[in-house]
């Protein structure tokens, strides 16, 4: 789901440098404004089109669909996301502009496929085109360089209210299709900032409609768990992850009173072991280390040596279920000690840990 090269630090992980980048929705939207402007102000359209990035870079792009009409023009661009996964690589996103007469000013409308806020807490308004103030800007700053009319700019994408039903779009407000997004307009691999950024949009929508508990999951099977555990709206439900760091340091910087992580036994054991980036590529369950709890908690040397030679942490989940022994709980103890210490006072933490089945196997408090 990435879709932009945001500075996100550690929150982020390393791309693949040898897999091929790509350009974001806000990017092919900008391509397609400036092809349709050329059009309105020479009669023609300007094929490949290039334009300039926030960061300098100025790339080019072939025009997939093009109509002039009087004072309308519209152009369209097909999305090259590189080698990154993007759910919208291989849209087609649409600019038509129509020129507006005794004013300067630019403005957005959605169009076909692209969504409307319909929730507070995002950095647009309530009733705004899903066009983020990125792609705006830039937009504007390349058509700026062009000439000074005004303009009502309409972005579509074909496909995109049934492509946005794959993206966190309805559980942020966001109704009747994709936002368009990209802060540099580059997609890189991989880097997931995306995902992050959809995080943080999430603990600003749960905040500004005054939610006071949040819980956020490392799948789906404990995102359905917790909620029907707890019975919380879905607009208090995030869909974390691996990226209990990006969560958490976000939540400690934007308080919510109370936040539930909910998790498998594999992946919360590594946030008990100290893990924030809860991927595989990036941490490993510890045997040793869930020896060493084990050990804490009173478990015989026979019991300790059982769990160090597990192969998995589904193995080990089994022997302790089946020695009766509340490794879980410990786990899941230690696990909401690293939360509470990332989150640095700024709310309260629980940890709840499900089986594969969805059933409850471990809690903190």
Not at 14 to 37: F, H, I, M, Q
Not at 296 to 314: N, V
């Amino acid at each position: 789901m990435a879709e932009d090269e945001n500075n996100i630090g550690d929150d982020l992980r390393e791309p693949d440098t040898n897999l091929r980048k790509g350009w974001t929705t806000g990017a092919c939207a900008t391509a397609a404004a400036v092809s349709a402007y050329g059009a309105l102000l020479t009669g023609h359209f300007t094929d490949p089109v290039v334009i300039r990035l926030p960061r300098g870079q100025t790339p080019s792009f072939v025009l997939h669909d093009s109509k002039l009409d009087g004072d309308t023009a519209m152009a369209a661009i097909e999305k090259d996301a590189g080698d990154d996964p993007d759910v919208t690589h291989g849209a087609i996103v649409r600019a038509q502009l129509r020129r507006l007469d005794n004013t300067a000013e630019i403005i957005f409308k959605a169009g076909p496929g692209v969504g409307t806020v319909t929730r507070p807490g995002l950095p647009l308004g309530v009733g705004e085109p899903a066009i983020n103030p990125g792609p705006r800007a830039m937009i504007t700053d390349n058509i700026r360089e062009l000439g000074g009319d005004g303009l009502e700019i309409t972005i579509s994408i074909d496909n995109g209210e049934a492509l946005a039903a794959r993206t966190w779009n309805p559980r942020l407000g966001i109704i009747g299709g994709l936002s368009v997004l990209g802060t540099t307009g580059i997609v890189v691999p991989y880097s997931c900032s995306a995902w992050i950024a959809s995080i943080r949009q999430a603990v600003d929508v749960a905040r500004a409609g005054g939610i006071t508990h949040v819980a956020a999951a490392t799948g789906s099977t404990s995102e359905d768990a917790v909620a029907k555990l707890l019975g919380l709206p879905a607009t208090a439900l995030i869909d974390m992850g691996d990226f209990a760091g990006g969560l958490l340091k976000y939540v400690r910087d934007n308080p919510i009173p109370k936040v539930t992580i909910a998790g498998g036994f594999g992946k919360l054991s590594k946030l008990a072991d100290g893990h924030l980036d809860l991927h595989s590529k990036r941490s490993q369950v510890n045997p040793g280390f869930l020896a060493s709890l084990a050990a804490d908690a009173g478990a015989d040397g026979e019991l300790r040596k059982a769990i160090e030679a597990a192969d998995s942490a589904g193995r080990i989940l089994e022997i302790v279920l089946d020695a009766g022994f509340p490794l879980v709980d410990a786990v899941a103890a230690r696990a909401r000690e690293v939360a509470l210490d990332q989150l640095q006072g700024s709310g309260e933490a629980e940890v709840l840990i499900f089986d594969r089945a969805g059933a409850l196997a471990g809690r903190a408090p």
